[in-house]
């Protein structure tokens, strides 16, 4: 797809991944609709697009309901004419033991990242199907692939779903003029953790968990995690996602070692688990020693 002229519409546009999509798309020659639920950081996407040129309208769109995406919809066709490119980026995150996690939490998370696309292929869909042209973008991650890759299991849940959903749409819509792309990321520099959910496991290791989190969003790699990560900026991730889109290719992975990933896990996924799982109790045990020399120069300092 050329898309020049074209007129987009992407969700999550108010930071991370969407923002810098939103901004790749309108350097293209795209003019944007921009859905949030941050309006601040809504407006800063909206005045960046100006910036450059190009048409922009702010929508704030809670995407887990469907009135609020029908919305969206509307003034996007009133405003615009038409939506020839649709991105559901919008997500969260949730941390904890899933033995502790609430069915509220279970629902909110689904509600916004896999209700969210749902809600957004639902309305969108029918209005590229009458014209007979389109492109869809579905967010994901390498959670999605994997079902190892990201310990929070509601939100692996939420990814492989999205994953699914658009493989089988993608099959769908492909003699119908309408390509579809399904974006898995690994560690990007977003500002997720901020509105993400923590379940508090209550075994002393809490805040160095959060601070692990925050570190690894800022593109730092903690001191007592030895593997080497590699983290991109939402740049890197955006002009991918728009080659994607004008080569109406598929699938579209961020890092280098995803695709091994996946086929070591077709191989031997027994083999994957095992190893997974003895990695996450050696940082375990690391946090262990962080927190125990911790408390020894707490006792020794007198604090």
């Not at 996407?45 to 100006?50: D, E, G, P, Y």
């Not at 904890?96 to 629902?107: F, L, Q």
């Not at 601070?211 to 593109?219: K, V």
């Not at 927190?291 to 006792?299: R, W």
Request: aromatic share 4%; hydrophobic share 45%.
């Amino acid at each position: 797809m050329q898309i020049n002229g074209k007129i987009a519409v992407v969700t999550g546009a108010g930071s991370g991944i969407g923002k810098a999509t939103a901004l790749a798309l309108a350097k293209e020659g795209a003019d944007l609709v921009l859905a949030d639920i941050n309006d601040d950081r809504l407006e800063e996407s909206r005045s960046a697009i100006a910036k450059l040129g190009r048409k922009a309208l702010a929508v704030r769109t809670d995407v887990s309901k469907r009135g609020d995406v029908q919305g969206l919809f509307d003034k996007s066709v009133a405003e615009m004419g038409r939506v020839d490119i649709l991105m559901n980026n919008a997500g969260v995150h949730i941390s904890g033991p899933v033995e502790k996690i609430s069915v509220a939490d279970w629902e909110w998370i689904i509600g916004i990242n896999l209700w969210g696309v749902i809600h957004g292929v639902s309305v969108f869909l029918p209005h590229m199907l009458e014209r007979g042209s389109g492109h869809i973008i579905n967010t994901a991650s390498i959670a999605g692939l994997l079902g190892m890759a990201d310990p929070s299991i509601p939100y692996t849940t939420t990814k492989f779903a999205v994953m699914g959903l658009s493989e089988a749409l993608a099959v769908y819509l492909r003699m119908k003029g309408i390509g579809v792309t399904v974006i898995c990321p690994g560690l990007v520099q977003t500002n997720i953790i901020e509105g993400a959910r923590r379940i508090p496991v209550g075994d002393g290791f809490d805040p160095l968990r959060e601070a692990l989190s925050e570190a690894l969003m800022r593109g730092e790699r903690p001191a007592f995690v030895q593997e080497e990560i590699e983290i991109l900026g939402p740049e890197a991730v955006a002009d991918l996602a728009v080659q994607a889109v004008k080569e109406n290719r598929f699938l579209v992975l961020t890092h280098a070692d995803t695709k091994e990933l996946v086929l070591q896990r077709a191989e031997d996924i027994d083999g994957m688990i095992e190893q997974r799982a003895r990695e996450r109790a050696e940082i375990q045990e690391r946090l262990t020693a962080l927190l125990s020399a911790s408390s020894v120069e707490k006792q020794e300092s007198g604090e």
